[in-house]
Each structure stands twice: as C-alpha cells, then as structure tokens.
C-alpha cells in the first residue's frame, strides 16, 4: 500500500521498473518498456492547464456585533476547522477543536479601523471554492459555502477579485449559484454524471485550507452513494479538505460531473473517502436558482422506510424492493390517492423504486400539480393508485404518543401480551381496530416492540382485537417468519417474528 501510494504521487517511470525488478524471484527476468509504464500512468498536466483557469476560490464575510471572550474570530482557521468538523464528522457547534486555545479575534475588516466600529464590524467569514459555468459570470458552489455570508468575494486565478451577488442556494443538495459582474470569463463544460464508471479517473480543484488551485486525483470509488440526503452522492479517493467545498470534480475528458461537498471520517482527518454532488442535479437545481431564485420541488406527504430481506421474504416478493410506507400525512396527495400504513410502493410513473431513497428523489423532481401514478403493493395485491404531486412543505409535526394500556394479558408465542383499542383510541388514531403492545419479551423485545405499540396486521390479515389476534399467533407456523405490522406515533413499519416451539 505505502509502494501505491508513493507510485501515485512522484515516481519516475524508470524507478518503477528498477522496484518492479526488486520484488522479481531471484533468476526471473523481467522486462517492463518505459512506455507500457507511462500508458497506465495518466498525466494530468494538459488537463490542469485547461481547466485551471475557470476554477475560483471564495471567500465570504459577516457582519458581527462584538465577540464574546474566548471566541475564535470568523474566518480564522480555528472557525473553518470548527465548521468542518461541524458539517463533516458531527461535532457539536461551539466544541473546542484539537490544538489548544482559539485565537483572538483579528481587526482585519473592521470598518472605521483598528479603533473604530467594534459594533458593526465585517470580520472575514470563510474559505471555499467554485467553478465558472459561463462566460458572463456565473459560478456554482456549495451551499453551505456562502450560507449566512453577508458578502461574497470571488478571485479568479489572474488574482482579479470580484465581489458577487448570491443568486440562490439549496440546502438539500448543497448547491448555490453566485453572480459576479464580468465577461468572456473562462468556463468549464459540464459532464454526464449518469455515465460515470467506477475506477475511472478523476481531479479536484480547489482551496484547501485557503491554499489556492489546489490539484489532487484519484478515481471514481462508487457510484450513487446513498448517504441519507436528498441524492445520491458520488464517492471517490480524491484528497479532500475544509476549502475544497465547493470546487469541481472532473473526469480525464476536462468535464465537471461533481461538485466535491463532503468527506467521511472517524479521526476528523481526511481518510480516503470524499463525496460529490453529481452534475446532472446539480445543473438542474442551478437552472431553477437562475429562474426563480429558489427550488420547487413535489411531494406526495408519506414518510418511508426500506424493505429489508426479511420483510421481502415473508411477502412474497424476489427480493428487496421498493419504498415502505410508515406514515402518510393527513389531508396529503397520498392519503386522498388512498396510499395506506404497511403499502409497499414499487413504482412511480412507470420507473421502479429498487430502494426507498430513489421515491424522495423521483417525486421531488416532479412539477406539483402533475398526474402522477403510484404502484403499491397491499397484503399481497398490486394496485395502481392515482396521484397529483403538491409543492413540497414544512413537515407537520408528529403526534402525541398514544397512552399507555392498563389491561393485562399472558405472553402468546411472538412473545407478546396485547389489549384492545378503545374507542377514543381508534378515532384519535383514525383505525378501525388494531391491539396495543403490553409487554414485550423474548424475540419481541429482540425485535424492538416495545409497550404502547399497535398492532394493525399480522401477515396479510388485518386485527380487529385481541381475541383475534391471539387466535391467529396460536395457529403460526414456527417453522416460518410472521409479518407485523406495527404502528408507533404517527409511523409504521414491518416486524418480522418466528413464534417460539410449542
């Protein structure tokens, strides 16, 4: 590993012949041309000097009221570090960095001098980078970037600086798109990011740590990372680092098909894994910035979760698929589609959901008020369920927990004690029956269940009460899994159980 690593950064191809030879068992003859070597190696050079030149660094201020004792002044590297931590590797806002005692703050920037405006001063903010997308001056970065920036500052690599304009952000896919007041202005062309193939090659340009047109490379590592946010990101090897967000990532043909925004790490350094928004979303969130200065985007009101394997196994279904409904808002497009707790949604507008992530991405790239169809399955059944798309929202707030029961029943053979709904119960949790979780114990318990849960449907049958649901638990194979469907607040989802051996 440390052979590849020093062979990835300065060895000549006649030194890497001379270790490859090293390594070869005594009176084997190896014969390696200095060609065959440099067309495996790629050269980077023609390529930086092309599109060097359109990528920017950005700086950003803000205004401040004074500083508190003891408080790193924005800007400085203390702060930058903080922020990344912050955003990178989930270090609470205010924690103390590693290298001892934060800075005072600086008097660079104040206005009125030194001595004048403690008050009002404008105190520099941060470091990031960008990249130029067309000739009159636009330029797309990161979000979180310029978020909470009262002035942008961009400098190109003439070392001209300009101050721009925010045109709009989006937090989601941690895109903004900032103006500045130029022309016939370098411009880098945007790549097909669906096209990407893992190992390919790939560079980023940008500041690391203020240090600018910054070049590092490595190789596309995989592609569509589900990392929980709104797309899938792309992951690669490239070095990444605080200054680097924002800036582009580009393939052996010259072409942007990422915008480098995050990296993973457990020792709060950079480990080898970075992450990139993919170009395709990135232009069309920029297009619609450059239009309406915002993000419009549909949704359907149901919150999802995944299909496990177990769960796939005890429905049937090949194998894991699609998104599983565990709550669907009152009043939304869903419930008037009549989407249901425990609907497994396969489909949307004809293009299949392989896991829960792709049905957020799919609908939110939907105009609202659109003709939608929905593909769900329920106890077995597909069913094809009309849909019209609305803008997306502030979430509501959940609901209350449930109260807890205060009847008592004996443990059946999932391991559960259960009572029934009263009627307060069903109408505040707008169910026709259903049985609420009184104890839980053995593979229950394992599972999760836990008291105060309802029951809505065992396998394929929906519960009325109690009665029923113990009668059919008693008749379960305990050869085979059983299916619940539990309710918990306002969200569902499946439980998988083997019933103990009589």
């Known amino acids: 590993m440390k052979i590849m690593q020093r062979f990835s950064g300065s060895f000549s191809a006649a030194a890497f012949v001379a270790l490859a030879t090293t390594f070869v068992p005594f009176g084997m003859g190896v014969s390696i041309s200095s060609s065959a070597v440099a067309a495996v190696l790629p050269d980077f050079t023609d390529l930086v000097d092309k599109v060097g030149p359109a990528v920017v660094n950005i700086r950003t201020t803000e205004r401040a009221k004074g500083m508190q004792p003891g408080q790193g002044a924005p800007g400085s590297e203390d702060e930058e570090m903080q922020e990344f931590f912050r955003r990178f590797f989930g270090q609470p806002p205010g924690a103390q960095p590693p290298g001892g005692q934060r800075p005072q703050p600086s008097p660079r920037g104040r206005k009125g001098g030194p001595q004048g405006g403690d008050d009002q001063q404008q105190t520099p903010r941060g470091v990031g980078s960008g990249f130029i997308i067309s000739a009159d001056g636009y330029v797309l970065t990161n979000a979180h970037v310029v978020e909470g920036a009262d002035e942008v500052f961009v400098t190109l690599t003439d070392k001209r600086e300009f101050k721009a304009k925010i045109i709009g952000s989006d937090r989601r896919t941690d895109v903004a798109l900032v103006k500045i007041d130029s022309t016939n202005l370098p411009r880098l062309t945007m790549g097909d990011s669906s096209k990407l193939r893992v190992g390919e090659w790939v560079i980023a340009i940008g500041s690391p740590f203020g240090l600018e047109n910054t070049v590092t490379a490595g190789i596309i590592s995989a592609n569509s990372r ?52 993919p170009i395709d979303e990135a232009m069309r969130v920029s297009d619609q910035l450059k239009s309406v200065g915002r993000v419009v985007r549909g949704r359907i009101g149901v919150q999802i979760g995944e299909v496990t394997k177990d769960v796939a196994e005890s429905l049937g279904l090949p194998r894991p698929q699609g998104a599983l409904v565990a ?55 597909k069913r094809d369920l009309p849909v019209v798309v609305a803008e997306m929202e502030v979430e509501q707030a959940a609901k209350k927990e449930e109260k807890k029961p205060k009847q008592e029943q004996t443990l059946n053979s999932l391991g559960l004690a259960v009572i029934d709904l009263t009627e307060g119960q069903k109408r505040e949790l707008k169910l ?41 638990v008693a008749k379960l194979d305990p050869k085979k899994n059983a299916l619940l469907l539990v309710r918990r607040g306002d969200a569902s989802q499946f439980v998988p159980l083997r019933p103990a051996q009589p």
């Open 432 to 472: 026709d029956g259903g049985v609420i979780v009184e104890q839980a114990d053995g593979s229950a318990a394992r599972a999760g269940l836990q008291q105060g849960d309802v029951i809505v449907r065992l396998n394929n049958t929906d519960i009325k009460d109690a009665k029923q649901f113990n009668g059919l």
């Open 226 to 277: 589900d990392t929980g946010d709104y797309l899938p990101l792309i992951q690669t090897d490239v070095a990444v680092n605080p200054g680097n967000s924002g800036g582009p990532l580009i393939n052996m043909r010259g072409e942007v098909i990422g915008i480098n925004s995050q990296i993973y790490s457990r020792s709060g350094g950079y480990m080898g894994i970075s992450f990139a928004v």
């Open 327 to 381: 709550r669907v808002e009152p009043g939304s497009p869903a419930e008037k589609a009549g989407v249901e707790a425990g609907d497994i949604i396969t489909n949307f507008n004809g293009t299949i959901i392989e896991k829960s992530g792709d049905l957020p991405r799919l609908v939110g790239n939907t105009k609202p008020g659109s003709k939608s169809t929905l593909t769900v399955l329920r106890k077995g059944n």
